[in-house]
């Protein structure tokens, strides 16, 4: 297999994972005022909320782009924000009714464009090989890549 056809794939493959992901920006938008970043934030925030910390490691985002979206999310009603006993630089975010009612409708928003876009264009057979041949691919799955 030449090397064209390898890299021909592998940019097959970042304009798909750029056209759903802009669409579902759109959606997100639109629908409910989130940026993908934001809709990222607000699904790695446990029910029991999370210290703003661990939240940054699950986004990979830097602390001060955390810290200034938490206080957007905040302002808008969809997170509150606790000190850490203990901690005096430490912050714990929780999602308020608000941020959860919104949370289940942009969930909703992305699998609907994740569906219309790339899943329901593929055979359960294909999604199914692909699946697999993602799990090898996943650095967490694939001990070679570590």
Not at 15 to 31: M, N, P, T
Not at 90 to 101: C, P, Q, S, V
Not at 125 to 139: S, Y
Request: glycine share 6%; net charge positive; hydrophobic share 40%.
């Amino acid at each position: 297999m030449s090397r064209s056809f390898k890299v021909g794939v592998w940019r097959s493959f970042m304009e798909i994972h750029h056209a759903v992901l802009g669409e579902i920006e759109r959606k997100l938008s639109d629908r409910h005022r989130l940026s993908v970043s934001e809709f990222d934030a607000l699904v790695n925030i446990p029910l029991a909320g999370t210290r703003l910390k661990e939240l940054q490691e699950r986004i990979v985002l830097t602390q001060s782009a955390v810290s200034r979206m938490a206080d957007r999310l905040e302002r808008r009603g969809l997170v509150t924000r606790a000190p850490v006993e203990g901690d005096q630089r430490g912050a714990m975010i929780e999602l308020t009714e608000e941020g959860r009612k919104l949370l289940r409708a942009a969930v909703r928003t992305n699998a609907e464009v994740v569906e219309s876009m790339f899943t329901d264009r593929l055979s359960k057979e294909e999604l199914l090989a692909l699946h697999g041949v993602l799990r090898r691919l996943k650095p967490e799955e694939n001990p070679a890549a570590t």
